[in-house]
Nanobody, 124 residues
Framework: QAQLVESGGGLVQAGGSLRLSCAAS????????MGWFRQVPGKEREFVSA??????YYADSVKGRFTISRDNAKNTLYLQMTSLKPEDTAIYSC???????????????????WGQGTQVTVSS
């Protein structure tokens, strides 16, 4: 059973940066696929980024601006966000797969464990 706890969200002006953290317990961030999704009230959860083995994946909307990484020693997943835009405003949640993930990483149904989320608000 994995427990995921996000932190690092907040209010930032457009063009600014934030780094989100996801502290994991119960399961290693290095042994399973890890990902970030975001959700705006009234909309479906949206894929942001994933790291599977040594490969990283990004939604087109964040490519070149966001970077996903993990610290195995701290058992923590990160999302470095730069050049933030108002449309990046959402609740960001980290997630972990239950086993090997070969594809469909952009679907919420591919993931098993979820954190409670952290709010990111970007003002214009």
């Amino acid at each position: 059973q994995a427990q995921l706890v996000e932190s690092g969200g907040g209010l930032v002006q457009a063009g600014g940066s934030l780094r989100l953290s996801c502290a994991a317990s119960g399961r290693s961030v290095n042994s399973y696929a890890m990902g970030w999704f975001r959700q705006v009230p009234g909309k479906e959860r949206e894929f942001v980024s994933a790291i599977i083995n040594v490969n990283t994946y990004y939604a087109d909307s964040v490519k070149g601006r966001f970077t996903i990484s993990r610290d195995n020693a701290k058992n923590t997943l990160y999302l470095q966000m730069t050049s933030l835009k108002p449309e990046d405003t959402a609740i960001y949640s980290c997630t972990q797969s239950i086993g090997y993930l070969s594809g469909n990483y952009d679907r919420t149904s591919s993931w098993r464990y979820w954190g409670q989320g952290t709010q990111v608000t970007v003002s214009s």
